[in-house]
């Protein structure tokens, strides 16, 4: 595959992003794919030059598992060769009050201190938040997510969830 | 997000010295193209790269399901084991008159360049000419994943590029019905 500037970052990706939402994913109590066939997957993605991950926090039941197994997977691999996008937002821990949205609180304990993926890579490359709604929300999101993106190099991205969120 | 929120916030991120976006990753793929103009042309404007997820459609655009109905586009023929027209979201955004035209000059495609339709699906967003769009794939098995990344392997001209996007809409210039 070739690499393609993204957007005007400077940041080189390949021509096709691997997605791994069904990582650790179970439909009707079966496992999609579980973490020999993701890491095949993976293999199979980087021998054809495939250097860009995306991921989300709540990929995976639990929540955590799909960004677990890329990061046991990179163990064998030079984590700089790779870019890896996660997202927040989403209900990642229903007994925490502050386990879901745009909060500051929420994307620094999500993306950059206690990421499952981060704590094993060191550091995720871009952040997607996925539900930015409210002008309030938003002031106070790109707030957070400013300070975190300059303290650890994060990229952030905006999802266009489907029509009527 | 609609169009004049990201452009909000890419306001404010430079009103107030933030960081700001630089990748927006909506829904977009040749059956649902016109939806998102309007959000793709800021992405265009203000150098966004552009990562599509479902870019086959939740497997719509591979050619797999073929339609069971002349007159409703809701009937389809699934395979064993897909999706078909269970899943609500699949039927929703996916199922209609305009889905079955694009996948269709999809379809014509393919065969002119020898592809398979996934791999032309592909290669309609590789190469959008406004913005860096790098769509996401999300295959299953290793030959799926193989097949997609074949993708950067075909090449599809300007002229097969725009009938893929003209197909959405009928001979008086009126899309199909959704």
């Known amino acids: 595959m070739e690499y393609r500037q993204l957007g005007a970052t400077g940041t080189r990706v390949s021509e096709l992003c691997f997605g791994t939402w069904r990582f650790g994913r179970k439909t009707g109590g079966v496992l999609e794919t579980d973490e020999d ?7 199979a993605f980087a021998d054809h030059g495939g250097n860009y991950i995306d991921c989300a926090n709540i990929y995976g039941d639990p929540n955590g598992t799909s960004e677990s197994y890329i990061g046991s997977w990179l163990e064998d691999r030079d984590r700089e060769k790779y870019v890896l996008t996660s997202k927040v937002y989403f209900e990642y821990d229903s007994d925490n009050p502050n386990g879901s949205g745009l909060s500051r609180t929420h994307i620094r304990n999500r993306s950059t201190k206690r990421s499952k993926i981060s704590a094993q890579t060191t550091w995720t490359s871009t952040i997607s938040t996925a539900g930015m709604k409210t002008p309030q929300s938003k002031r106070r999101s790109l707030r957070s997510t400013d300070s975190s993106k300059r303290a650890k190099s994060t990229i952030w991205v905006p999802q266009r969830w489907l029509p009527g969120n | 997000m609609a169009a004049w929120q990201l452009t909000k916030a890419l306001w404010k991120a430079e009103t107030n010295d933030y960081q700001r976006f630089d990748v927006v990753q909506p829904l977009f793929h040749a059956g649902y193209y016109k939806d998102v103009e309007e959000y793709l042309s800021v992405a265009a404007d203000q150098e966004l790269a552009v990562c599509p997820y479902s870019p086959l459609a939740g497997g719509f655009l591979t050619g797999k399901y073929e339609r069971a109905d ?12 897909s999706r078909g027209s269970f899943d609500e979201r699949f039927e929703r955004f996916y199922l209609s008159e305009r889905g079955w035209k694009v996948l ?11 592809a398979t339709p996934a791999q032309v699906s592909l290669r309609w967003l590789m190469d959008q000419e406004a913005f860096t769009c790098v769509p996401i794939i999300g295959a ?14 075909i ?15 009928d001979e008086d210039g009126r899309r199909w019905g959704h």
Not at chain 2, 155 to 168: F, G, K, N, P, Y
Request: no cysteine; proline share 5%.
């Open chain 2, 140 to 153: 299953r098995t290793v030959d799926q994943l193989e097949e997609n990344v074949a993708a950067a392997d």
């Open chain 2, 104 to 114: 269709d000059e999809i379809r014509a495609v393919a065969d002119e360049v020898d």
């Open chain 2, 70 to 81: 002349p007159d409703d586009p809701k009937s389809v023929r699934a395979p064993d084991g």
């Open chain 1, 37 to 43: 066939d993701a890491h095949e997957l993976l293999d």
């Open chain 2, 155 to 169: 090449s599809i001209s300007r002229e097969q590029h725009d009938r893929i996007t003209d197909a959405r809409f």
